[in-house]
């Protein structure tokens, strides 16, 4: 039996259909290793990072700093995205993306080295700031390289299926994260896990970088940005071009409204979720952990199924509808939090994570990389994707965390949501993708 082939545009090379399956399998190892280092900060910045690194006599305030941090990461993200995405848009998309699987990896590794503030005083914050930044410069350009990788590879009518493999690497990274975190909070006691046990999870990281990069350094380029390449159209400022074709400043701009929906999505279910369930609800940390880990093996197996179904739907409709999904769901889910029910608020976090989530989610990297053409295209979804997510995904917690610290009750933080997903999926309603093939993509 012989593999089919195909190719991506006239005068590309052909591609088999085992060089497809290795580069789903590099995309998805790579952003699972990239979100696993990513979120672990995030767990860890609503579980132990507030007594750790920034000792209060106000709780509130200790969780509000820990999430100050993790907004640093997002701030670093666009930089990240466009440094990165600049150098994906001129010598290539593989080259940059084993760079930024080394970052995340070292500065995660290190995160689980650090001294905590009762050893060396304000240093400790400060350098976890610092590693913090490093980690949001790789995320930054790891993810639009990651779904260009598979999108670019994919045969035509398939992009959307293809691009929702590396999206499924969220998922798993959270999974694994979480589950880790679990794991040691069943294992161990609260002052075991606060002493060691959290760097036991930092730590791992290394062997997954290592693993990571096996897989990645056997891909070869894309063929679009080969061909690409070969026609000598290779953009010397991409991130500039972004703004001076009309039509990709108006795609670009719609885009960093789009994200809204899902940014604020997501981390209000992964992120907020954590802190406000264990502090305000009073529910177990090891329960909490738990049903967000079961919501990412939910997550996990739903993206794929809709990347399928956007590719009958489109990507933007799809997504469209996923925004307008989160901003139905918002009031019924605080609603159920209300009961401080483990297991109704289980089953809702699987719900609005697992399954809402996957809507959005599962078309998004397809959608984005139809916002620009190729010799723009790694700038212009690294750009779209990080920048809005300074707003979209790192303000979040912060934001409904003050809300509810202000007007006593969730419902003005559901407002905030709800608006959120409004203005996504308006926005999104208001986009004109593009053809992914170089050639096609004027």
């Known amino acids: 039996m012989t593999a089919t082939s195909h190719a991506e545009a006239p005068g590309t090379r ?107 005083g304000l240093l400790a914050p400060l350098l976890l700031v610092l590693l913090r930044v490093v980690q949001g410069l790789a995320i930054g350009g790891e993810w639009a390289g990651a779904v260009l990788m598979a999108v670019e590879y994919a045969p035509p009518g398939k992009q959307a299926r293809y691009g929702a493999w590396p999206q499924v690497g969220l998922a798993l990274g959270l999974g694994l994260g979480t589950g880790l975190f679990a794991l040691l909070g069943n294992l161990l006691d609260d002052e075991q896990f606060l002493g060691y046990g959290w760097r036991i999870a930092f730590g791992l990281s ?87 880990m079961a919501a990412a093996i939910v997550l996990a197996v739903l993206i794929p199924v809709f990347g399928r179904l956007a590719d009958r739907w489109t990507p933007r409709r799809t997504y469209t509808f996923g925004a307008a999904l989160f901003a139905a769901s918002v009031f019924p889910a605080f609603l159920a939090f209300q009961t401080r029910d483990p297991l109704l608020i289980g089953l809702v976090i699987v719900l609005v994570l697992g399954v809402v989530h996957a809507v959005l989610y599962a078309p998004q990297g397809t959608l984005y990389a139809q916002l620009a053409p190729v010799r723009m295209r790694y700038t212009g979804m690294s750009f779209v994707y990080q920048f809005s997510g300074i707003y979209a995904s790192g303000l979040t917690p912060m934001v409904i965390t003050t809300l509810l610290a202000v007007g006593g009750s969730p419902w003005w933080a559901c407002a905030y949501l709800v608006l959120a997903g409004a203005v996504g999926a308006g926005a999104t309603l208001a986009l004109r993708p593009r053809d992914l093939h170089f050639g096609r993509d004027r």
Do not use: C
């Open 14 to 120: 052909q591609v088999s259909d085992k060089d497809v399956r290795t580069v789903i399998v590099s995309s998805l190892m790579g952003t699972t290793v990239e979100w696993y280092d990513f979120f672990l900060y995030s767990t860890a910045a609503g579980l132990v990072f507030d007594e750790l690194f920034f000792p209060t006599d106000n709780p509130t305030v200790s969780t509000v700093l820990a999430f100050a941090t993790f907004f640093v990461g997002f701030v670093a993200r666009p930089l990240g995205g466009v440094l990165f995405g600049h150098i994906g848009d001129r010598i290539g998309r593989k080259r940059t993306l084993v760079t930024t699987m080394l970052l995340m990896g070292v500065a995660t590794a290190l995160m689980g080295a650090l001294p905590t503030y009762d050893d060396i």
């Open 206 to 292: 290394i062997v997954l970088v290592f693993i990571g990069l096996v897989i990645r350094l056997r891909v070869a380029e894309t063929p679009a940005f080969e061909q690409m390449r070969t026609a000598r159209e290779t953009s010397r400022t991409p991130f500039l071009d972004l703004f001076r074709d009309r039509a990709v400043r108006r795609n670009t701009l719609l885009g960093l409204l789009s994200r809204w929906a899902e940014g604020a999505a997501f981390n209000t279910w992964a992120v907020f979720f954590l802190s406000y369930a264990t502090t305000t609800l009073d529910l177990p940390r090891t329960d909490v952990l738990v049903a967000v």
